[in-house]
């Protein structure tokens, strides 16, 4: 590793059971991009290549609740790694939309998609594809979170300004901006 | 038998695996695609007003969140049986282009530009966006900027830019107003500069990506898209059509619950993606795709100058339609600029600044279909409601539904083509995703996937030895 990339923060960020709204919403942050690609490597996301969930990781943002057994796997891993966890957006922060299936029982969720709304070779997969939990879960359910940005998604300029605030070594103060919804 | 398997696929919207079973020589025998994922939106909204349907859809997607807002806006109306406003239809059309604009430049800047600049085999570190912004800044800051033009469309219009609401059962909540309208316009000119800008480039480039143009899912399918008595691109309004892959029509005008007679739905064991297939052919030989590639083979004209030139030439790539899926890339290109300039029309319609903008009415039927052409191809929301106007049952029929059987089918041939199990390489991988990513899948919209398990791609040898061993 280039000592170059020693100095730049190490950021990671994850999605599990949501829409990819609040990537996109990171996304629209537009040319601070290029900005951040100074300051940052980030070394995992669904927007790059890695493939392992890496160790000593600064900040991560997820994205989405908990739903199956990988995602469950997946959080407690990440903690592990992580110094600073931000649970981003309401599905993160709340359950939100993934979890209106939980007053369902999941035999009936799974009936409504892989029987009702199937033409032929009705069956419920599962082979090679996770478990869905039967309860959905926010994040804070399963490990300690350290920041909370609400928002369905969370502003561009929330989700830089705590980027920006973590890499200076500050907890953002978020109660002002952020609101949950809209 | 040996199992490669590539877990998660990266740079594409939610999360998939693929698994590649090779012979006892090394040799690919199959190989499949898998979506791990389902978050049960058909059970989901049971109960709720159908009202309610257009904000709670959008959080199917938030690349494509307008795209849904919009299909299951026309369900209701289909459901209040209004005919909506021609102002709002046309604002509902801006959105719709300003979604397929912001989406296809995500798809193309963000997502598979790292492939083509910095190299399918180049080093994975780097192979991303950030990369790109690194080595070659120019052209990311035009990708940024086209798609921050589309979502500042979405923004002005809708409110905000991911799950903006503004469009309603009926039409829009209210109208637009001038200075919107001119700030959009004024935005114009330089988004059409990039979108042609990136077009020539891209053009540039097609050579000396031969191989992936040979391999990249390209064989003969039949193609679906929407259609109009026009026979210009239609992504709002008309009915859906298939076409076989010489370009003759195999079915035509399908509206409302049609499409339940010519759409069949599979279920797989082993993804929780169902496989959409043409019924009157079954499963097997039922292969059809989607998307921008099946949208410019149906039209015959854009119907917009520049895109009518661009379209003109693009034709001239092969004699009947085009086939191969690594041109999903181009065709995404063409009908970025199509949209851009469709957008201009509309605006400087004067009728688009019209007051009547939202038809009102109680349920008046019990179902209700919405169909449209959302970036990634057909989509369409399909709901019953009790005679208090809640949900029932919905069903949604989806892009990359449609893709499943061309996506898995393409899988195996560009693993055929590049994986040689002897050694493996990054690079042979990569393009296993490169040919998903062509067609710029969208899993949350119809399933969701969680499975990020680490990447350890394992060759085996016949008792179960490791030859050769990939980690990332």
């Known amino acids: 590793m280039t000592k170059a990339k020693t100095t730049k923060a190490r950021i990671a960020t994850v999605w599990l059971d949501g829409c990819s709204g609040c990537h996109m919403s990171l996304l629209d942050i537009d040319e601070r991009l290029i900005l951040l690609a100074d300051k940052i490597d980030l070394v995992y996301s669904p927007l790059v290549d890695a493939k392992d969930f890496p160790e000593n990781v600064d900040v991560t943002l997820v994205e989405g609740s908990i739903s199956t057994d990988e995602d469950l796997h997946k959080i407690k891993l990440i903690r592990k790694n992580t110094k600073v966890l931000l649970s981003l957006g309401d599905c993160a922060v709340t359950g939100n939309i993934p979890s209106m299936r939980t007053v369902f029982p999941l035999a009936e969720v799974m009936d409504r998609v892989y029987h009702e709304n199937a033409t032929i070779n009705r069956q419920v997969p599962t082979k090679v594809v996770p478990t869905l939990l039967e309860r959905v879960m926010p994040l804070h359910e399963v490990v300690d979170v350290d920041v909370y940005l609400p928002g369905c998604p969370p502003s561009a300029d929330n989700i830089f300004m705590a980027i920006s605030e973590l890499l200076e070594g500050r907890m953002p103060e978020l109660t002002l901006t952020a609101r949950f919804g809209a | ?472």
């Not at chain 2, 799950?163 to 004024?186: C, F, K, M, N």
């Not at chain 2, 076989?244 to 759409?263: K, P, Q």
């Not at chain 2, 590639?293 to 119907?303: F, H, I």
């Open chain 2, 1 to 472: 038998m040996p199992t490669i398997t590539i877990d998660p696929i990266t740079r594409i919207e939610g999360h998939s695996k693929v698994t590649i079973q090779l012979d006892d020589q090394g040799d690919v025998q199959s190989a499949r695609f898998h979506v791990t994922q389902v978050r049960g939106f058909e059970k989901l909204c049971e109960g709720r007003p159908f009202t309610e349907m257009p904000a709670l859809m959008a959080r199917i997607c938030g690349i494509c969140p307008t795209s849904h807002l919009l299909a299951s806006s026309k369900a209701c109306d289909d459901i209040m049986a209004v005919h909506i406003p021609e102002t709002a239809e046309k604002l509902r059309r801006i959105m719709n282009l300003a979604q397929i604009t912001q989406s296809h430049a995500l798809s193309f800047f963000y997502l598979s530009a790292p492939d083509f600049l910095l190299g399918m085999d180049s080093d994975p570190e780097e192979r991303n966006i950030l990369g790109v912004v690194r080595k070659f800044p120019q052209m990311a800051r035009d990708g940024i900027k086209l798609r921050q033009f589309g979502q500042r469309v979405l923004e002005t219009l809708g409110g905000k830019r991911v799950h903006p609401g503004w469009i309603v059962p009926g039409g829009v909540s209210h109208p637009l107003q001038a200075e919107q309208r001119d700030a959009i316009l004024a935005e114009i000119p330089e988004a059409i500069r990039i979108t042609r800008s990136a077009l020539r480039w891209f053009k540039g480039q097609i050579e000396s990506f031969r191989a992936e143009v040979r391999a990249f899912a390209n064989f003969p399918t039949m193609f679906l898209a929407m259609a109009n008595d026009t026979n210009e691109f239609s992504a709002y309004n008309g009915w859906l059509r298939f076409i076989d892959a010489n370009l003759n029509i195999v079915a035509d005008h399908i509206t409302g619950t049609d499409y339940m007679n010519y759409i069949g739905e599979s279920c797989n064991d082993d993804s929780y993606l169902k496989t959409t297939y043409f019924k009157p052919l079954g499963p097997q030989d039922g292969i059809y795709r989607v998307g921008p590639l099946a949208r410019l083979n149906m039209c015959q004209s854009a119907g917009t100058p520049q895109a009518d030139e661009e379209l003109a030439e693009f034709r001239e790539l092969e004699r009947h339609s085009v086939l191969s899926s690594f041109y999903y890339h181009y065709a995404r290109l063409i009908e970025i600029l199509f949209s851009i300039e469709r957008m201009q029309t509309l605006l400087n319609d004067p009728e688009i600044l019209g007051k009547n903008v939202r038809a009102h009415a109680s349920p008046n039927n019990f179902e209700g279909v919405g169909i449209l052409e959302a970036p990634r191809g057909t989509l369409i929301h399909h709901y019953r409601i009790d005679q208090n106007g809640l949900i029932e049952t919905a069903n949604m029929v989806i892009a990359t539904g449609h893709n499943n059987l061309a996506i898995n089918r393409g899988v195996l041939q560009v693993a055929r083509q590049f994986v040689k199990g002897k050694k493996l390489e990054q690079g042979m991988l990569n393009r296993v995703e490169a040919v998903i990513r062509a067609f710029d899948p969208c899993l949350s919209c119809s399933t969701h996937a969680a499975g990020e398990m680490p990447l350890d791609i394992q060759l085996l040898s016949v008792d179960g030895e490791i030859v050769d061993r990939v980690r990332r």
